[in-house]
C-alpha cells in the first residue's frame, strides 16, 4: 500500500466524485480509478460505491480514510521534520488582497503548532497576480483564488465561495434578495489593469467584456463602488462598509479558494503546509 495510492483514495473519498478527484490531482480519470480498485484489492474489500452520479464510502471505506489521513498527516511531519533539521526553517506565503478568512487563521495556528521552528515569511499582494509572485519566485506557495493560467503549477482546492455583486446600499438592485449577471449588463465594473492574467480578469467580470474604472487592490475595489457606483464582486461573507451591499449572483460560478505552488518544487514544507490548510479549511 502506497502512501501516493492513500493520496489518491483521500482525494476521491473527500471530493465523491472520481472526475473532480482526478482534476484535483492533476491526472485523468482512468488511471485514477485502476489505482482505487488497485487499492480495494490490496485491503481485500470494496471502499467505494460507484453510480453515475459520484461514489459513496462504504464502512470499510470510511475506516480507511481516518487512518489513510492520520498515515499521509504522519509521513508529511516526518519529512518537515528531517527538512527542519537540515535546515529548510524559511517559509515564505502568498497571500492575494487581505487575508481575514477564518480558514487562513486556523491554517496559521495550526501549522504554528505543528512547525514551531518554521518561520513563515508573509508577502501580501494585489489583485493584479492571483498566482502572489510564485511565477516570479516572491513566494514560495501562494494561498489565493482562482482562476489563473496553472500551468508549471500545483493547484489544490480547499473550498469554493459562492459570490455576490458589491453595490451602494442606495443602489436599487441592493434591494433585491439575488441577482443574475443579466440584471447587471450595462453597469460599469471594475477593472484590472492591463497585462492581468485574462482567466482572472474575465471571471471577476461575470465572462464579460466590462468598462470601468481599474482597479488593483480590494480598498480601491470597495472605494469604487462607493465613489462612482460601479458593480464590485465579492466572496459571500466578506465584511464591508455599511453604505455598502452584497447581492448573491446566482449564476456566477463559486470563487475558488487554492494553494499554489511550483510543479518543481519538492519542500516538504509546502505538502505539510498543504495537508494542514485541507483540514483547516474543511472546519
Known sequence: MELRTLRYFVAVAEELHFGRAAARLHMSQPPLSRAIRQLESDVGA???NRSPTGVTLT???????????ALLDRADRVRARVATAAGATTL???????????????????????????EVRIRETDLTDPTCGLRTGLVDVALTRGPFDESGLTVHELRADPVGAVLRADDPL?????????????RRWFQFPAGTDPRWQAYWNGGEPREGP??????????AVLWNGTVGMSPLGHEMPGELAVVPVVDMAPSRVLMAWRENDVNPLIRSLAGIATAAYRD
Open 59 to 69: 464502512p470499510a471505506g470510511a475506516t480507511l480514510l481516518d487512518e489513510a489521513r
Open 174 to 186: 441592493a434591494r433585491r434578495d439575488h441577482l443574475t449577471l443579466a440584471d447587471l449588463a450595462g
Open 214 to 223: 481599474v482597479v488593483r487592490g480590494v480598498q480601491e475595489c470597495v472605494q
Open 46 to 48: 470494496p471502499l467505494l
Open 92 to 118: 515564505t506565503l502568498g497571500f492575494l488582497g487581505d487575508s481575514t478568512d477564518r480558514g487562513a487563521t486556523r491554517l496559521a495556528a495550526a501549522y504554528r503548532r505543528r512547525h514551531p521552528g518554521v
